[in-house]
């Protein structure tokens, strides 16, 4: 009895895991037509759905992923003085964030009593707080993040989660934001790229940098604010894109837009399976289309 009692949760999460890997390798990313209605793309190039939250084909998947027992980890970055967001975006993504799975929020914080005491959670949800070390300044912390997500993810979340999202901590949930969002690796398309020509996209552009994107190279560019997917194809594209960033470091080399720009040069060899509409990332700017829905708010941008 003491065996089945230690091998149990690993059975369990095996089971899950088939049944998840069932899912991801049937139709639930491919069956979408390539438009819905007359004007809103839901495919992307390469035949992996363009999410718009309202679509019919959203509506599909969302009911897919009901019959099947997943659980998600939302993982927040904050220091410094971005942990004064985390009880918000907690509290909005209590709102609106998959409400209708298990969902852990990892929070990796220098300041854990920030979260002291914590917001009201529902339930099947919980909150775990990892402390990490301070890093002042943005450069810092936007070039920090990747190793740090590879870390946890290797060593804790894979074991306890099928799925990862990485989300900003200045971000709100704004309306439902549910299992459409799930794919073997998603990823976000910059709102304020988003219908423009390539030649816009704020690629790297030194060829000297692991994050350089030659002329002619890349389908969309994508935001860092909010991404994820199946625990093991985050943790290759955390450690891949912190590789690249050291590699830069070790030769006094900084990409323009940080981690973005490390994502982006992973994305481009690495097609995401889903794609999330400027719907799943959006602020008030002149340069950002309106959108049918806003789900995810970047409050940050909006105060400025």
């Known amino acids: 009895?003491?065996?089945l009692?230690?091998?149990?949760?690993?059975y369990l999460k095996g089971k899950r895991l088939?049944?998840?890997s069932t899912l991801m390798l049937s139709e639930v990313e491919r069956r979408e037509p390539a438009l819905e209605g007359d004007e809103l793309p839901v495919k992307?190039?390469?035949g992996a759905p363009l999410v718009w939250g309202d679509s019919e084909s959203s509506a599909w998947r969302r009911d897919e992923f009901t019959h099947h027992d997943v659980r998600i980890g939302l993982a927040i970055l904050a220091v410094g003085n971005y942990n004064h967001f985390l009880h918000h975006l907690i509290s909005s993504a209590e709102l609106h964030f998959l409400l209708n799975l298990y969902v852990t929020y990892y929070v990796l914080t220098d300041r854990p009593r920030e979260l002291d005491p914590p917001p009201k959670l529902g339930p099947n949800r919980q909150l775990k707080v990892i402390p990490v070390a301070e890093m002042p300044g943005w450069d810092r912390l936007g070039l920090r993040r990747m190793a740090l997500l590879a870390s946890i993810i290797?060593?804790?979340i894979h074991l306890e989660v099928d799925f990862v999202y990485s989300i900003d901590a200045d971000q709100e949930f704004t309306n439902t934001v549910g299992s459409e969002i799930l794919g073997k690796l998603t990823a976000t398309l910059h709102p304020e790229f988003y219908g423009k020509p390539q030649h816009y996209y704020p690629?790297?552009?030194d060829p000297d940098s692991m994050a350089y994107v030659a002329e002619g190279e890349g389908?969309?560019?994508?935001t860092s604010e909010f991404y994820g997917g199946l625990c093991s194809e985050v943790l290759a594209m955390t450690r891949a894109c912190s590789l690249l960033i050291l590699q830069d470091q070790e030769r006094d080399i900084k990409a323009q837009e940080l981690e973005e720009s490390y994502l982006n040069r992973y994305l481009v060899n690495r097609r995401p399976t889903c794609v999330l509409s400027p719907e799943y990332s959006w602020w008030e700017s002149p340069q950002v289309p309106e959108v049918p829905t806003k789900r995810i708010h970047s409050i940050n941008r909006k105060q400025k």
């Open 5 to 10: 009692a230690m091998f149990f949760p690993d």
């Open 1 to 3: 009895m003491l065996l």
């Open 219 to 222: 389908d969309y560019y994508y």
């Open 203 to 205: 690629y790297e552009k």
């Open 18 to 20: 088939a049944a998840v």
């Open 154 to 156: 290797g060593e804790r």
């Open 44 to 46: 992307t190039p390469w």
